[in-house]
């Protein structure tokens, strides 16, 4: 039976990015090849190397990721204690923008795998942890030129309004600013 009433067409759907589309392909071909030099490491040797192999990965990411995580509370007490003190905190030192490249590399070293081990052990290295930042600030600063003007602005300024038949009803927030002449109240909103 129909009711005359058409059916409501559904939108296209947005093209998946990039990386939603190989990022998985990429994830499992790095678990393949992880498990694949696994098993020649130990059929080359034994699998007590294997084992203490992994076991040393551990011991040191946790050891690398604890560091970090020392060092980044000591310079959060620092600064908030120059800051109660009522000086400025410091610029920030130009050995100190490692930190969480440095707890990357100690998670990589966590991961069991031998590729992970070898990224992880390279992103411990400074010169190595440079240049991966200053790409990182590069590729950052890109996306950010590429980006529409006002997106994110556009997006603090819609709200969205869940009424209790499950309904959304979109709408628009607006700010009255302190120089405004006074307005008589709003209704009080209902559904």
């Given at each position: 039976?129909?009711?005359?009433?058409?059916?409501?067409?559904?939108?296209?759907?947005?093209?998946?990015?990039?990386?939603?589309?190989?990022?998985?392909?990429?994830?499992?071909?790095?678990?393949?090849?992880?498990?694949?030099?696994?098993?020649?490491?130990?059929?080359?040797?034994?699998?007590?190397?294997?084992?203490?192999?992994?076991?040393?990965?551990?011991?040191?990411?946790?050891?690398?990721?604890?560091?970090?995580g020392r060092r980044a509370f000591r310079k959060l007490s620092e600064a908030l204690q120059q800051q109660q003190n009522g000086a400025m905190p410091a610029a920030a030192r130009p050995n100190s923008e490692g930190n969480g490249l440095m707890m990357l590399?100690?998670?990589?070293?966590?991961?069991?795998?031998?590729?992970?081990?070898?990224?992880?052990?390279?992103?411990l290295l400074p010169p190595v942890q440079k240049a991966v930042s200053r790409s990182a600030e590069r590729t950052f600063e890109r996306k950010l030129r590429e980006a529409d003007p006002g997106t994110l602005g556009g997006a603090f300024q819609q709200a969205r309004m869940h009424r209790p038949d499950g309904k959304v009803v979109q709408g628009e927030v607006i700010r009255d600013e302190p120089g405004d002449a006074p307005r008589e109240p709003r209704p009080p909103l209902t559904h």
């Open positions: 039976m129909t009711t005359g009433a058409q059916t409501p067409s559904t939108p296209a759907r947005p093209r998946r990015s990039r990386l939603r589309t190989f990022l998985p392909l990429g994830l499992a071909a790095w678990l393949v090849l992880e498990i694949w030099l696994l098993t020649v490491v130990a059929g080359a040797s034994s699998g007590l190397v294997v084992f203490l192999v992994l076991l040393a990965g551990l011991v040191l990411g946790s050891v690398v990721i604890k560091r970090a590399g100690g998670l990589l070293l966590i991961i069991p795998g031998l590729v992970s081990d070898a990224v992880g052990l390279l992103l």
